[in-house]
């Protein structure tokens, strides 16, 4: 059975920083990619990042030079650290293997 949990989300002041996580189990996680989404209220699910198996990484132009997507395969863990956090990233953040498989999110709050 395939599980997604992630963690780490919580309430933080703007310009704040917070690194969500998200554990995987039940497949084979080194040779996927993965991905963590965002879906604020009243809006449409929009990726943010992404890594590939080898490493490589790509992000939504909102994002870009404030989060960073890292894996640990030996974990079976991937990670979004977020820094200079705004109120506009105030959303629930979900990893994801593409195509397949969801967590059940992590609600950050970015809010003074």
């Known amino acids: 059975q395939v599980q997604l949990v992630e963690s780490g989300g919580g309430l933080v002041q703007p310009g704040g920083s917070l690194r969500l996580s998200c554990a995987a189990s039940?497949?084979?996680?080194?040779?996927?990619?993965m991905n963590w989404y965002r879906q604020a209220p009243g809006k449409q699910r929009e990726l943010v990042a992404v890594?590939?198996?080898?490493?490589?990484?790509n992000y939504a132009d909102s994002v870009k030079g404030r989060f960073t997507i890292s894996r640990d395969n030996r974990k079976n863990t991937v990670y979004l650290q977020m820094n200079s956090l705004k109120p506009e990233d105030t959303a629930v953040y979900y990893c994801?293997?593409?195509?397949?498989?969801w967590g059940k999110g992590t609600l950050v709050t970015v809010s003074s």
């Open positions: 890594i590939t198996s080898g490493g490589i990484t």
């Open positions: 994801n293997v593409p195509s397949s498989y």
């Open positions: 039940g497949i084979m996680f080194s040779i996927y990619a």
